[in-house]
């Protein structure tokens, strides 16, 4: 008994001893990291200017990366919508319908415009872009992926600033496309004034006007007195010239075989192909004015000369205007749309 006891006391010394060399080297560890803490705390004290700017340098950096992002993605969209405005431009004339060629003109004039100042905005922003960049780079101190990574920047804003260059004379030439378009758009086919009559387009070569599509011609027809106070009338109401028609315009209907359902008086006067019957004119002042009566309603000849005087109840006026006053007309009805 007495020699077990012993051995208990031994064993438990043992264990007393292990016990106290694991505390011995628990606190030598917890020491040697307070110290190590101490040290680290004490460095990152002795520098705080330097990692503040070093926080500035890297948001600056990302910053800047993020706005490359923005305009890569700006770039492509741009490019895709210049291709895309190029085709529409190429694609109006072989639209049938004049109006349809005109609203399609306008709506494209106004894209260009549009597109022409966000190409100012983005030459803006990319300057901003790269003078961050720059000022990264003037702050010295900095991480050679770093440096490449901004050299390679301004490469790409350089590049950028090309395809724009070459971006904005595109748009210069789909404008003046566009406006050429607008100007050689092709007058309406017919238009109602504000008369209430229709008047349908003449062409024939170079030669084109309007003329009303029926005849006005009173129950007891007009005198050329009056026929010339209804265009007056007309003119000024429309704030277009109207007149009576011309010999030539005369000719062109007769080719045309436009003829009215009775006797038109025409702007100019008669003359006869006999010379002793136009001395006789002449000898009394006798003037007269040409009348064109294709279908010979008065019984007489395809055209004669009248005195101005004159009536007849198949005697009327067709209307003539030029080819503005078509053109007139189909930009009020785009403006009443809200058309540019």
């Not at 340098?57 to 895309?84: F, N, Y």
């Not at 395809?163 to 496309?177: G, M, P, T």
Request: aromatic share 6%; glycine share 6%; with cysteine.
């Amino acid at each position: 008994m007495h020699i077990f006891n012993i051995g208990l006391y031994k064993t438990d010394g043992t264990r007393e001893m292990k016990k106290h060399n694991i505390d011995r080297m628990q606190g030598i560890v917890r020491g040697t990291f307070c110290i190590a803490c101490i040290l680290l705390a004490a460095e990152a004290f002795a520098q705080p200017a330097a990692t503040q700017e070093e926080y500035d340098k890297r948001a600056k950096v990302l910053k800047v990366r993020k706005k490359m992002e923005v305009e890569r993605d700006l770039a492509l969209r741009t490019e895709s919508q210049l291709s895309s405005l190029e085709a529409r431009v190429a694609a109006v004339p072989r639209l049938s319908d004049g109006d349809a060629q005109l609203r399609t003109y306008l709506a494209l004039r106004s894209e260009v415009k549009e597109m022409l100042g966000l190409m100012e905005t983005t030459t803006s922003r990319q300057v901003e872009i790269l003078g961050n960049a720059d000022s990264v780079a003037s702050a010295g101190d900095l991480l050679p992926q770093t440096g490449a990574y901004l050299e390679e920047i301004r490469s790409e804003l350089q590049a950028m600033g090309v395809k724009q260059k070459s971006q904005r004379a595109r748009l210069v030439e789909i404008s003046r496309v566009v406006e050429l378009g607008i100007k050689n758009v092709p007058p309406p086919e017919r238009f109602r004034n504000g008369a209430g009559q229709e008047m349908r387009l003449v062409r024939s070569g170079g030669q084109s006007f309007y003329i009303s599509l029926e005849p006005v011609a009173g129950s007891e027809g007009m005198t050329f007195a009056q026929a010339q106070a209804l265009v007056a009338k007309l003119a000024q109401r429309e704030k277009s010239p109207y007149h009576l028609p011309t010999r030539k315009e005369l000719v062109l209907l007769e080719r045309l075989k436009l003829f009215p359902s009775c006797a038109i008086w025409s702007a100019d006067q008669w003359k006869p192909s006999d010379t002793e019957e136009q001395r006789q004119q002449e000898r009394f002042g006798i003037v007269k004015y040409l009348v064109w009566d294709p279908r010979r309603v008065l019984g007489r000849k395809a055209s004669f000369g009248e005195l101005p005087q004159a009536s007849y109840p198949k005697l009327g006026v067709y209307v003539v205007t030029s080819v503005q006053a078509g053109t007139r007309i189909r930009w009020a009805s785009l403006a009443k749309e809200g058309k540019p």
